[in-house]
């Protein structure tokens, strides 16, 4: 059953976009990887693939860019390690994978739906997790495939600003690498899902896990709404943003744009965290809330021509809400 309804995609690749950090280079790389998410996205959808498909491929090639903070090009432990954590939701079944914590699995998203679609859990970490991708077929990786020099550095910086006696939370909150990837989508049988995949945060500590891989927080979709979220990830956690964002559009009858807004940009921002998020509606409504200086962000609709903004204030227009 498909065709119903016309297909939508709509991603981010993190809201931690910094003036200051970006050239004209990264600026067109991004752009490129944003569009090239969009399409593989959109040929899913197009075939007559269930929404889920669409977010699983979106963020696989997300993943693969070194460019984001997600699967190669994820950012650094402090210990120097890469531990990835991904999750992904169907909102038409409400079923639900996820992974933490891993060093070795090329594309976590892939082993998030594994753990959803062929274990009798949602969520599975570390060591187990890896053992599961082993039996299932899941890509490992020598955990070297993740490191770049970027990211290397950016650890050293923060080891320094921590070595100086700054505190953790402020050096968080200085090192914004919100590169965390997600991906909403609504496919032609009106189905929903949501999808995140990240590295997490510049120097987190041996067995941190963020928002990302946890349902509710940094991943939710339901028939009603699909979300994914970038920012600080223990803000998230602890207003539950995702799930949040979905409640206010259901029992408040608030439309995308508010209920993101809201949370996103007021109470996040209250309790002292920052961040962005992608919001899409049953009725294909779209927000894109963010309260940083810019937000990899971009949507593909029916037509399949991919739009994409990096800036705040970057002109985009949204798709027009249509059952
Ligand atoms: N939310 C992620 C985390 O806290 C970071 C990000 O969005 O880049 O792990």
């Not at 995308?256 to 949370?263: I, K, L």
């Amino acid at each position: 059953m498909h065709g119903e309804v016309p297909p939508l995609l709509v991603i981010h690749g993190g809201a931690g976009v910094e003036r200051a950090q970006m050239t004209p280079q990264i600026e067109a790389q991004a752009r490129a990887a944003l569009e090239l998410a969009l399409r593989n996205g959109h040929a899913r959808l197009k075939a007559g693939k269930p929404a889920l498909d669409a977010v699983t491929a979106a963020i696989a090639v997300l993943e693969d860019d070194p460019l984001f903070n997600a699967g190669r090009g994820a950012v650094f432990t402090h210990d120097g390690k890469n531990e990835l954590d991904a999750s992904i939701m169907d909102g038409s079944t409400l079923a639900a994978g996820a992974v933490a914590g891993v060093h070795r699995v090329r594309n976590p998203i892939l082993l998030a739906r594994a753990v959803m679609e062929r274990s009798p859990h949602v969520m599975m970490v570390g060591a187990g997790a890896e053992k599961f991708a082993v039996e299932q077929g899941v890509k490992l990786v020598d955990p070297a495939y993740f490191r770049t020099e970027k990211r290397w550095q950016d650890l050293q910086k923060a080891l320094k600003e921590g070595a100086a006696g700054e505190k953790l939370g402020s050096r968080l909150a200085a090192l914004k690498h919100f590169g965390t990837v997600g991906a909403v989508a609504r496919d032609g049988a009106g189905r929903l899902a949501a999808a995140t995949s990240t590295g997490g945060m510049t120097d987190k500590r041996y067995g941190r896990v963020g928002d990302s891989p946890i349902v509710g927080a940094g991943t939710y979709a339901n028939a009603a709404c699909a979300v994914s979220g970038t920012g600080w990830g223990e803000f998230y956690i602890r207003v539950s943003a995702a799930r949040e964002i979905c409640l206010r559009m259901a029992m408040l009858g608030e439309s995308a744009q508010q209920a993101g807004q809201t949370v996103i940009n007021d109470e996040i921002p209250q309790m002292g965290g920052d961040g962005g998020a992608i919001v899409l509606g049953a009725d294909g409504s779209v927000a894109m809330p963010f309260n940083t200086e810019g937000m990899y962000r971009g949507w593909i609709g029916a037509d399949g021509v991919p739009h994409v903004a990096i800036y705040s204030g970057d002109p985009l227009a949204l798709p027009e809400p249509a059952r």
